[in-house]
């Protein structure tokens, strides 16, 4: 307990210097019991501030060190890899936070040099009872798994393949490909999404490295970073894949009618289908919820066609098991449903079709073959409206952030349509148009040379008159209120996450903002990272984006997944909540407070007795102490914040 | 039976007698008793959006520091007044205006003032305290086969923060009630566009513009007749037809009811209160065409 502490204060600039009296501080500091050194420095963090730090540790044969600076979130790592570096154990370095919790809250000087001396002396008695830690090492299964097959999953995918490691690629319907599969054209440079994306499709498939399962979903996961078991549900296709070689025979003849989902209901699919001919694999399912054979019994005409005989009506929905060190999450973005925007009349308004049905619409492969007509009566509309921020911006109804890709595409809509229709208007209505993006704002330019014609001002209210859909808005340049007789609406409507991703965020207890989409590590500086080590984040699940930056968030995130994999071990902060085995009464308190998983109960030999104690998996905990305070006998003391050690540093900071 | 405070407002004494009498005597069948105010005054007609117009503030607080002692909440039945008394309410309530609020009550000499007064319109209390289904037990004559846009106007829903009274676009508790009385429903764009009703004196022209949008619309719909809540709204769209069936070559003309005229109807109610005799464009063939009316 006669540790030599040595206590170095930074004046970070004036940011802690400009308000709490360093000499005062240091002064007092001193006369402190244990305290061997202090030393304070303009700042700690630079080169010279850390050698000052090592030179004190080294030259004054220090114990322990407190460092009274900023936040423990941004430099505790440095100074912990300084002292290391000369010998101390990383964990006998402490922070004092005095720029956040005081120098920068506390504008009064002498309340602020209070303050300071307060938190310093707690971490100071903190550090007395500190013991060197070891970091816990961790096996990591080299094997991660994207889940997710759009552009970004592909994506991902393919990166961390091709670097030698193996991937499952999870998606929940029967092809990948995701949205960009529905896509037209892209912009700014007008290429066919199609051309360029079922290339990269067919590499993933035939990826020696990647194991498809589409038509699946992830029912479930356990374990923790290099060591996830992930249990996919496989949804019954009711045919026998391995049997099946696409031929397409079984589509010919199958009575079942429904709305295609991928030509977003405007044209018609059958009960055994495939989303689209370039699908991958080239596979069909049979939807069971229209088909003749599972409503009466009574048709199996697939079953007689089919050349190899891979129908399976009996088949079950399965589940595999799959052992990883990483998990992607590539959710991707569904279309925000505006079927409360009564104003717009979306759904009892034909005509009024959303953005992803207008890409259907001008796609070659759509339900008009790339003609543009519309979906009430096949006329080719002469003139169309394009509302942007249908849904975007909108603070009272609808979703209160910019989604980031209409403006453009709402641009590329409207030149395509010009393209199409040469005698046809394009009158797009914008509140504002946002064009970051490298050749964004001469492809802007480009639509208004064209002729299209935009509109300042957001739209109030779309309804039929007879043949026609008006529009009425405003023009907020002139002041003046627009009504428009269209023949078509199409909206941009606004990006949010997926359905299924706010279950697969359950199933991974992964963190999501307060409009679903999944949150990274830090905003600018871990932008694919998840607070859950192993989890990480590519495309627009994470936020609205497009495909380049979806395509460069999933190679960023493959990178992390092949440095985390360039490892045999990875080790885990030490710092843990841990059980003392005597103390424990086995009542199993700690094991409901846990958030993350990491206790369990079991019966165990204890000192010749048999007994129910608390097992702890040292890697899951994340040593946020919630058992601590739950557990009834201060059985479960966490590492270097021991009771003793929280009442010594009470005490040291009210003292006074 | 239930008991609800009630402010009829001046429109519903004099131009909108059958709005006000309909309504009770309904009420009173459907087990409500709507116990007017002992002493009430004008509600002020128009929310003042001023700053500094204190002035014309003082009718409704007046109104609802009154209503304070009578009873948990104020029911109401004019569009205009509602929208008045519920705003008054959100805004002399708004934290921050203690103070002002203190003041006003000293001027009109009242001492208390409930800033938990539910300020409501009877469509509400038909709604969540009687409950269409219940409204469906009670129902005489069915309106079945009838074909009505619920019409709303501007001031039932507006500004939304403030009035919480069913959706901005499409409200649908007006047509749930008519749809209970056996009626049917018809959707149309302009529920709560203005009617133009404000805009009589000074700009007929503009006034006529906004009640043909909305008659026109509905007759694309298909409805046979309009519902509204609101004494400017039915007087508006109901007179400006004269002119529009003069100046439009087959305009077909819509009767406009209050909907406590078809609730009384529905659930039996005859004779004069009804006042079907009141309207510019006659309802009475239309109700007989529908055997509603012998």
Redesign the interface.
């Known amino acids: 307990m006669n540790k030599r502490i040595g206590v170095v204060v930074c004046h970070c600039g004036i940011n802690i210097a400009g308000v709490v009296k360093i000499p005062e501080v240091l002064e007092t500091i001193k006369t402190l019991p244990g305290v061997a050194a202090v030393r304070d420095h303009m700042y700690c963090c630079s080169d010279p501030g850390q050698n000052m730090i090592k030179d004190l540790t080294k030259s004054e044969k220090l114990d322990a060190v407190v460092v009274a600076c900023c936040s423990p979130t941004l430099h505790e790592s440095t100074f912990r890899k300084a002292v290391k570096s000369v010998g101390l154990n990383p964990y006998l370095c402490e922070i004092a936070n005095i720029r956040e919790q005081c120098s920068w809250v506390t504008p009064d000087r002498d309340e602020a040099t209070k303050k300071a001396i307060r938190i310093i002396r707690t971490q100071v008695a903190r550090a007395r009872w500190d013991q060197p830690l070891e970091p816990i090492d961790v096996p990591v299964t080299r094997r991660a798994m994207v889940v997710g097959g759009g552009v970004a999953g592909i994506q991902a995918a393919l990166d961390i393949a091709n670097a030698g490691y193996e991937v499952v690629l999870v998606e929940k319907d029967p092809s990948i490909g995701g949205h960009m599969a529905q896509l037209s054209e892209t912009f700014p440079t007008l290429d066919c999404s199609q051309c360029i994306l079922t290339p990269k499709m067919v590499e993933a498939y035939q990826h020696p490295k990647i194991k498809l399962l589409t038509y699946s979903e992830v029912a479930d996961v356990s374990g923790y970073v290099g060591n996830f078991k992930v249990k996919v549900r496989r949804k019954p296709a009711y045919i026998d894949w391995d049997v099946c070689n696409g031929c397409g025979q079984c589509l010919v003849k199958c009575p079942g009618r429904k709305e295609s989902e991928f030509d977003r209901g405007m044209s018609k699919r059958k009960a055994v289908y495939r989303p689209f001919p370039q699908a991958v694999p080239n596979r069909p399912v049979i939807d069971a919820s229209i088909c003749v054979h599972f409503k009466t019994g009574r048709c199996s005409i697939c079953a007689d066609v089919c050349p190899l005989k891979a129908i399976r009506y009996d088949q079950k929905e399965s589940f595999v098991e799959e052992s990883v060190g990483a998990i992607v999450i590539a959710t991707g973005f569904e279309l925000y449903d505006l079927k ?4 717009f ?1 979306v759904g ?1 308004t034909q005509d009024v079709i959303d953005g992803l049905q207008f890409e259907r619409i001008l796609s070659a492969s759509g339900p008009t073959s790339g003609e543009v007509k519309r979906p009430s009566d096949g006329k080719v509309p002469k003139r169309v409206v394009f509302v942007q921020c249908a849904g975007s911006r909108d603070v ?1 109804n609808g979703k209160p952030y910019c989604s980031k890709i209409c403006c453009m595409y709402t641009a590329k809509h409207a030149m395509l349509y010009k393209h199409r229709v040469h005698d046809g208007d394009a009158i797009v209505f914008y509140i504002d148009v946002r064009t970051g993006g490298k050749g964004f704002e001469e492809f802007y330019k480009r639509a208004t040379d064209e002729g299209v014609l935009y509109v300042r001002g957001k739209v109030s ?1 779309i ?4 043949d026609k859909v008006v529009v009425w808005g405003a023009d907020t340049l002139t002041g003046q209120k627009v009504q428009v007789e269209a023949d078509m609406v199409v909206l941009a409507n606004a990006m949010t996450p997926t359905p299924e991703s706010a279950e697969l965020a359950g199933v991974l207890k992964a963190q999501r903002d307060e409009h679903g989409f999944f949150n990274e590590a830090h905003p600018k500086l871990r932008p694919v990272e998840t607070l859950t080590a192993g989890y990480f984040l590519a495309g627009a699940g994470q936020g609205p984006k497009d495909i380049p930056e979806a395509v460069a968030q999933a190679s960023g995130a493959a990178c992390k997944v092949i440095g985390l994999f360039s490892n045999k071990t990875l080790s885990h902060d030490p710092p843990i909540a841990g059980i003392d085995e005597d103390a424990c009464s086995g009542c199993g308190v700690c094991v409901d407070v846990c958030p993350y998983g990491a206790r369990e109960l079991v019966e165990k030999d204890v000192k010749g007795k048999m007994k129910k104690v608390i097992k702890v998996n040292e890697v899951l905990c994340e040593c946020c102490g919630a058992c601590s305070s739950a557990c009834p006998v201060a059985a479960c003391e966490q590492r270097n914040l021991k009771d003793e050690q929280i009442q010594e540093m009470v005490e040291a900071g009210l003292e006074g | 039976m239930r008991e609800f405070t009630y402010y009829p407002g001046c429109a519903l004494f004099t131009k909108a007698k059958n709005l006000d009498q309909c309504a009770r005597m309904s009420a009173e069948i459907l087990d409500v008793r709507l116990k007017e105010m002992t002493t009430w005054n004008c509600c002020g007609a128009i929310f003042s959006t001023v700053s500094d117009d204190l002035a014309s503030q003082v009718g409704p607080i007046r109104n609802l520091a009154r209503a304070s002692s009578q009873g948990d909440s104020l029911v109401t039945l004019c569009a205009a007044c509602y929208n008045v008394l519920k705003r008054s309410q959100a805004w002399i309530t708004k934290p921050g205006n203690e103070t002002t609020r203190d003041r006003f009550l000293n001027f009109i000499e009242e001492e208390k003032f409930d800033p938990n007064l539910k300020v409501l319109h009877l469509l509400e209390v038909m709604k969540n305290d009687i409950g269409f289904e219940a409204v469906k037990t009670k129902v005489k004559k069915n309106l079945k086969g009838l074909k009505l846009g619920s019409y709303y106007g501007c001031l039932m829903v507006r500004p939304e923060a403030e009035m919480q009274f069913d959706s901005v676009d499409n409200p649908m508790m007006m047509d749930d009630l008519m749809a209970a009385l056996g009626a049917q429903p018809v959707y149309f764009p302009f529920k709560t566009e203005c009617c133009g009703g404000y805009l009589l004196v000074n700009d007929q022209e503009a006034s006529l513009k906004c009640a043909a949008t909305i008659i026109n619309s509905l007759n694309a719909a298909g409805a046979e007749a309009v519902v509204t809540t609101c004494p400017l709204c039915q007087y508006n769209v109901d007179n400006q037809q004269k002119i529009l069936s003069e100046r439009v070559a087959g305009f077909k003309k819509l009767p406009v009811f209050y909907f406590t005229q078809l609730l009384a109807l529905g659930l039996g109610i005859e004779g004069d209160v009804l006042n079907l005799d009141g309207h510019y464009v006659d309802p009475k063939p239309l109700l007989k065409a529908k055997g509603l009316l012998s």
């Open positions: 409360d925007y009564s104003s009349g009892k009272e209210k309804y039929r008159q007879g």
